[in-house]
């Protein structure tokens, strides 16, 4: 099949370089004329495992390329996928769709003939309608629209794409039910995942999806600041919950509050939904306010642990990726770190193994960054865990402390063992830990 992809970023870059793989002809369109110029020389501008391989390979067989003309692309497509970003809008949370509405625009006026138009941006309730709108104003040629939500994780994309879960295809028209299933039938071989529904289920699928993991981690944050309380151990609480199937055993782990390009926003998004709807989401808004708090968390508990201000203190930061195998920073728990920190007048050094470079473009020089996880202790009077890369789980914990001002240490992912951090030496934090502050120390 030939397929032109619109939006060339973590989703489409993935989607694109993945439906080449199984022998379709892509062209992958951005309008970034950097990126796509590295792309084409098969530079991968994101930090996502296998993607590189992926992509190399596709671009060499002749099956992938990039342009950043969307005139060039959608001409003969068969399928053309709209993949650029639907941010947070400025003003209510709603969902920002003038991109893919330009896109839409774009399309329009470069069909020659029938194509499936299918969305895999996350997009709210009726979108579909708008981009249908937008098609049959521009183009006198017939088409369909589709929604195919993309449910692939950061740092783990490729193979999600390639091995999905399910595929969900919202579609009104035989022919693109046709056209889409026999796109996905190569990616489950081994079972139906197909999943074809209405169009507007499809669309709301994606969010409640996000919405529900949203909910589930910020109930265990809260559940953690009670256990903090109660003298209580979430983490043994976790397990004992987890060994329930109703229940299971992903997305329980307490933290720093979740981040990332998709959670935040699209919590956000389904509740303004709900409300022009004249419906309120109690849940999900509940789950943004614990999160908005949770984020603040380690930052006052840093500051706690001076007296309240933080001049004069250097506090090193390990990870700033909103998570581990990904170097996307939005909206990354990290940032309110270190911007709780700088008002509370700390210095602060951080290390990432591969989001640097997008943490110096965003912050400039309000945040000291080293190359080396020991080397950004060296001197610090506290040490804060933000990311569970696993290279910090097995860390040389005698080099970290000698580095070290003060062994001060917040693990804000509970990855490590408190009583082996005493007995190094550690004053240690973790979250949801209360059990903790009532052991015998010495
Ligand atoms: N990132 C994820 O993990 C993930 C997972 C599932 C779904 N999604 C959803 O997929 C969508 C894309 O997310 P992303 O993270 O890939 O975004 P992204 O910001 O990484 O990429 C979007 C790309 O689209 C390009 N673009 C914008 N307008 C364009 C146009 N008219 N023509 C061509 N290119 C254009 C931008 O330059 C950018 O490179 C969003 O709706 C997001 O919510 C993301």
New binding site residues.
């Given amino acids: 099949m030939r397929l032109a992809v619109?939006?060339?970023?973590?989703?489409?870059l993935v989607a694109g370089a993945g439906f080449s793989d199984f022998g379709n002809d892509v062209v992958c369109?951005?309008?970034?004329e950097a990126?796509i110029e590295r792309l084409r020389k098969g530079v991968i501008p994101i930090h996502e495992p296998q993607l590189e391989d992926l992509v190399q390979r596709n671009l060499a067989a002749g099956r992938l390329s990039f342009t950043t003309s969307?005139a060039e692309a959608v001409p003969g497509a068969d399928v053309v996928i709209l993949?650029?970003?639907?941010p947070q809008s400025e003003d209510d949370g709603s969902a920002d769709l003038r991109?893919i509405e330009?896109?839409a625009a774009?399309v329009a006026t470069a069909l020659t003939g029938f194509a499936v138009v299918v969305t895999?941006?996350?997009?709210p309730v009726g979108t579909a309608d708008r981009i249908r709108a937008i098609l049959s104003a521009g183009t006198k040629h017939p088409f369909a629209v589709a929604s195919n939500p993309?449910?692939?994780?950061?740092g783990d994309?490729v193979n999600d794409f390639m091995k999905p879960d399910r595929v969900i295809l919202g579609v009104d028209d035989d022919r693109a039910a046709r056209t889409l299933r026999s796109l996905y039938s190569p990616f489950v071989r081994t079972g139906d995942r197909i999943m074809v529904m209405d169009i507007r289920s499809a669309e709301l699928t994606k969010y409640a999806s996000n919405s529900m993991l949203a909910v589930r981690i910020s109930f265990m944050n809260e559940l953690a600041l009670l256990a903090e309380k109660v003298g209580a151990d979430i983490e043994q609480v976790r397990k004992g919950m987890s060994t329930d199937p109703r229940i299971g055993n992903k997305f329980l782990f307490p933290g720093p509050g979740f981040g990332g390009?998709?959670f935040p926003k699209?919590i956000r998004a389904l509740s303004h939904t709900a409300r022009q709807n004249g419906h309120q989401l109690e849940i999900v808004d509940a789950a943004e306010r614990a999160n908005r708090r949770q984020k603040r968390v380690l930052g006052e508990r840093i500051r706690a642990a001076f007296g309240g201000a933080l001049a004069g203190k250097r506090i090193a930061i390990w990870g700033l990726a909103f998570k581990p195998e990904t170097d996307d920073i939005r909206e990354a728990p990290a940032l309110q770190l270190v911007s709780d920190l700088l008002e509370a007048g700390a210095t602060v050094v951080g290390y990432d193994p591969v989001a640097m470079d997008n943490v110096r473009a965003q912050l400039g020089d309000r945040i000291e960054l080293a190359n080396d996880m020991y080397a950004v202790a060296a001197g610090a009077h506290a040490l804060a865990l933000v990311t569970e890369w696993k290279q910090f789980r097995g860390a040389d914990f005698r080099r970290l402390k000698e580095q070290m001002a003060n062994p001060l240490v917040f693990d804000g992912r509970n990855i490590w063992d408190p009583a082996t951090m005493r007995d190094l030496g550690f004053t240690y934090h973790a979250i949801g830990r209360g059990h903790e502050q009532n052991a015998p120390r010495g």
């Fill in positions: 619109i939006g060339t970023g973590y989703v489409g369109v951005d309008l970034d990126r969307t993949a650029v970003g639907t991109f330009a896109a774009q895999k941006s996350t997009v993309e449910f692939l994780k950061e994309a390009s998709c699209d």
